[in-house]
């Protein structure tokens, strides 16, 4: 079993619609979760940290985090064209601070 | 500059050759780790560094891999007698400290080919 688990896509959605991603994990201890963005090519760019059950909201942005269920989303409001990426989850089990990722999301915003 | 610096760019060698990447780090952060990236696979951790202790070396795939990191600061990872396998995009990222809510902040990368 994979320690991060995401699908793979790829999640089309229409432009202005709500995107949502999943991921869950299999370590119960883990502590932090973060969202990262990768463009073709480019390298992972953080857009969203969670640490406590519940909604994080951040502009279009929000994470929700269930640690008894051991799954984390990202909802993505509006959704642009530019938001078309592989969202990356990663999850920091509090040994020695290192991420396990997962292998991403894929999403397509549409016109 | 403001964020991670890594170089070079690109990397094309022939198998068996040796290899050395470097990664400079946001001034001021005091963590720094090594992410490999396969194609359509997700990042793979290598090695974290956290000033002056000993370095988490617990991903490293083989005994071809090392890293150091100098005065706390630029780091280099080096691979011996490299493999077509090891064919990755290698990121570097840093982190203000190494607490759990502490953001690892990524470079672009070194795209390695091995021929």
């Known amino acids: 079993q994979k320690e991060v688990e995401q699908n793979s896509g790829p999640l089309s959605v229409p432009e202005g619609a709500i995107a949502s991603l999943n991921c869950t994990y299999s370590?119960?201890?883990?502590?932090?979760f973060f969202w990262y963005r990768q463009y073709s090519g480019k390298s992972p760019e953080l857009i969203m940290s969670?640490?406590?059950?519940g909604d994080k909201e951040d502009g279009r942005f929000t994470a929700q985090l269930n640690k008894a269920s051991q799954y984390v989303s990202l909802l993505i409001r509006d959704s642009q064209p530019s938001d078309s990426a592989t969202y990356l989850c990663a999850v920091n089990t509090g040994t020695a601070s290192k991420l396990t990722f997962g292998t991403g999301t894929r999403l397509q915003v549409t016109l | 500059g403001a964020g991670v610096s890594q170089s070079p760019s690109n990397k094309v060698t022939e198998k068996g050759k040796d290899v050395e990447l470097r990664c400079d780090p946001i001034?001021?952060?005091?963590?720094l780790y090594w992410y490999r990236q396969s194609l359509g696979q997700g990042l793979e951790f290598l090695i974290y560094f956290q000033g002056n202790s000993a370095p988490d070396k617990s991903g490293l795939p083989s005994d071809r891999f090392s890293a150091e990191r100098t005065g706390g600061s630029v780091s280099t990872l080096t691979i011996q007698r490299t493999q077509q396998e090891d064919s990755a995009v290698y990121l570097c990222?840093?982190?203000?400290?190494?607490?759990?809510?502490?953001?690892?902040?990524f470079g672009d990368g070194t795209r390695l080919s091995i021929l």
């Open positions: 969670i640490y406590s059950n």
């Open positions: 990222a840093s982190s203000p400290g190494s607490g759990i809510d502490q953001p690892q902040h």
């Open positions: 370590d119960r201890v883990s502590q932090s």
């Open positions: 001034s001021g952060h005091t963590a």
